[in-house]
């Protein structure tokens, strides 16, 4: 069982910048994947970033060069640095976390950028 806790979300305006945090209950050098989905109001949830045990990442082309998704295993955490922030990127954000063929989910945090 792993435990998530997102921050760092808030009202930005566009062309502005967040970081949120994403900490772990346990050592994520176990978890396979870490990374970042999101679900505006009315919407499907959609995939953002992910980073893997190997430290490779991917990213949707919507936030690709905008978002960087990291990781600190010594302080069992991952982020999601938000750049030039876009009124579409306002949604709930969600970590998750791939562990033992099963996902772990945060309960999310709220970002909102306004035009």
């Known amino acids: 069982q792993v435990q998530l806790v997102e921050s760092g979300g808030g009202l930005v305006q566009a062309g502005g910048s967040l970081r949120l945090s994403c900490a772990a209950s346990?050592?994520?050098?176990?978890?396979?994947?870490m990374g970042w989905y999101r679900q505006a109001p009315g919407k499907q949830r959609e995939w953002v970033a992910t980073?893997?045990?190997?430290?490779?990442?991917n990213y949707a082309d919507s936030v690709k060069s905008r978002f960087t998704v990291s990781r600190d295993i010594a302080k069992n955490a991952v982020y999601l640095q938000m750049n030039r922030l876009k009124p579409e990127d306002t949604a709930r954000y969600y970590c998750?976390?791939?562990?033992?063929?099963?996902?772990?989910w945060g309960q999310g945090t709220q970002v909102t950028v306004s035009s």
């Open positions: 998750y976390a791939d562990l033992k063929l099963r996902r772990y």
């Open positions: 346990e050592n994520i050098y176990s978890i396979s994947a």
């Open positions: 980073i893997a045990s190997t430290g490779s990442t």
